[in-house]
């Protein structure tokens, strides 16, 4: 969100939830940066080049924790969502601390934002295009 100020654009501070950094090894050092708020996903990654994504939360379907074994040993994890993004079907947030609590969170804030937008499962997943004959009692029914 942002304010113009005298013809500049100034960035309105958000609160953000959660945010980290890709992990190698257990130091958080690299150019993608994860952060969530606002209702958004949000992923920044480079350094010379940029790119920035985001994700509104509800649009978020699936939320699954893969584990390697170096990850286990270095407490990091890939969370991948697979989400209803036409640009970004699924996302990942590759080698981030604390991963199994970030999943919860993850979780638990999709169903909260889904409860405030009343967004149901029809409205992510569409309705039936066109009903069978017998459902619909039309005698002239063509596909």
Known sequence: MSNVENGDFRQVTEEMIWEDRKHHLWFPISFTKYS???GRLYMNSG???SREDECLLYR???VSLVRSFAQRIFGTGTIE???KDRSTP??????IGNPVAVKRMISDLVEKDREEKNVVG???YG???HLDC???GHDDYQE
């Open 36 to 38: 969530i708020g606002n």
């Open 47 to 49: 350094f010379l080049s």
């Open 60 to 62: 978020i379907t699936d």
């Open 81 to 83: 969502l697979n989400t």
């Open 90 to 95: 699924i996302i990942r947030l590759e080698n």
């Open 122 to 124: 029809r409205d992510m």
């Open 127 to 129: 309705a039936s295009s």
């Open 134 to 136: 017998d459902e619909c």
